[in-house]
T-cell receptor, first 116, second 116 residues
Framework: DTGVSQDPRHKITKRGQNVTFRCDPI?????LYWYRQTLGQGPEFLTY????????KSRLLSDRFSAERPKGSFSTLEIQRTEQGDSAMYLC??????????????FGPGTRLTVL | AQKVTQAQTEISVVEKEDVTLDCVYE???????LFWYKQPPSGELVFLIR??????QNEISGRYSWNFQKSTSSFNFTITASQVVDSAVYFC?????????????FGGGTRVLVKP
């Protein structure tokens, strides 16, 4: 059983460019989460999916950010018109959750974004 | 609103010393979950423990132990006989009950440096 994978691991871009990150969760995990971690801070919740439905978005997620999980498997996070303040580690996590069960979130290695 | 505070930003110990990491949380929910994650230099968050709000029994796992005290809203973590491999950033996190999506609210982390 493979863990959560993220691609790319590192991305350097110029301000104003668009970037897209991919997350592949653990197979059969129905929940997928995106978090952002800036240097020296704890991760902050951005959004999550239950299967293909995006159920919650943080206020941190401005209109330049969009996330999708089209078939309930992998997910993409796109940032349009990047700003230097977007520089951070973007973490993806997945979990298997149901009505009577709660499970821990397994995290991927993250994508480190640097906006010049 | 949920909040997790890790007052210690960095702790330095010599190998074989014990180290205790403090975590204080705030929540209005009566059902919640508490977690500890380890983030080694490689960057990937590693799950260590989950506790639900109805289970105040302390837990020991090898050199790790956790002390959950609901009366003081604290969930402290002790590493006994520390080793160099324990050097990492440790995060305490809080999650709402199942219906709210289980998103995690992290503390700011405590960096542990174990010197040989």
């Amino acid at each position: 059983d493979t863990g959560v994978s993220q691609d790319p691991r590192h991305k350097i871009t110029k301000r104003g460019q668009n970037v897209t990150f991919r997350c592949d969760p653990i197979s059969e995990h129905n929940r997928l989460y995106w978090y952002r971690q800036t240097l020296g801070q704890g991760p902050e919740f951005l959004t999550y999916f239950q299967n293909e439905a995006q159920l919650e978005k943080s206020r941190l997620l401005s209109d330049r950010f969009s996330a999708e999980r089209p078939k309930g498997s992998f997910s993409t996070l796109e940032i349009q018109r990047t700003e230097q303040g977007d520089s951070a580690m973007y973490l993806c996590a997945s979990s298997l959750s149901g009505l009577t069960r709660f499970d821990e979130q397994f995290f991927g290695p993250g994508t480190r974004l640097t906006v010049l | 609103a949920q909040k997790v505070t890790q007052a210690q930003t960095e702790i330095s110990v010599v190998e074989k010393e014990d180290v205790t990491l403090d975590c204080v949380y705030e929540t209005r929910d009566t059902t919640y979950y508490l977690f500890w994650y380890k983030q080694p230099p490689s960057g990937e968050l590693v799950f260590l423990i989950r506790r639900n709000s109805f289970d105040e029994q302390n837990e020991i796992s090898g050199r790790y132990s956790w002390n959950f005290q609901k009366s003081t809203s604290s969930f402290n973590f002790t590493i006994t006989a520390s080793q160099v491999v324990d050097s990492a950033v440790y995060f305490c996190a809080l999650s709402e009950a199942e219906a709210a999506g289980n998103k995690l609210t992290f503390g700011g982390g405590t960096r542990v440096l174990v010197k040989p």
